[in-house]
Nanobody, 116 residues
Framework: QVQLVESGGGLVQPGGSLRLSCAASGSIFRLYAIGWYRQAPGKQRELVACFISGGTNYADSVKGRFTISRDNAKNTVYLQMNSLEPEDTAVYYC???????????WGQGTQVTVSS
């Protein structure tokens, strides 16, 4: 069982930046995948960025603006979000997937609002 706790959300103006953190209860090094999803009102949850299979994967809409990083010693994954746009407004969720079973785990989510 992996518990994930997100932090760092908030209100920011268009063009601004935020950094989200996801602290895991155990080692993230062993996980099959770990990363970030988001869900805007009335829309389906979508992948933002993740570490998977030794590499990274980004949604096209955030490439060049968002950067995912990790600190294995702290069991924490980060999402640096720059040049934020109103369309980035959503609840951002941390997600982790177990190896072998591929069981998913989710954090409680953190709200990001981009508005002037």
């Amino acid at each position: 069982q992996v518990q994930l706790v997100e932090s760092g959300g908030g209100l920011v103006q268009p063009g601004g930046s935020l950094r989200l953190s996801c602290a895991a209860s155990g080692s993230i090094f062993r996980l099959y995948a770990i990363g970030w999803y988001r869900q805007a009102p009335g829309k389906q949850r979508e992948l933002v960025a993740c570490f998977i299979s030794g590499g990274t994967n980004y949604a096209d809409s955030v490439k060049g603006r968002f950067t995912i990083s990790r600190d294995n010693a702290k069991n924490t994954v980060y999402l640096q979000m720059n040049s934020l746009e109103p369309e980035d407004t959503a609840v951002y969720y941390c997600n982790a997937i177990e190896p072998i079973t591929y069981d998913p785990y989710w954090g409680q989510g953190t709200q990001v609002t981009v508005s002037s």
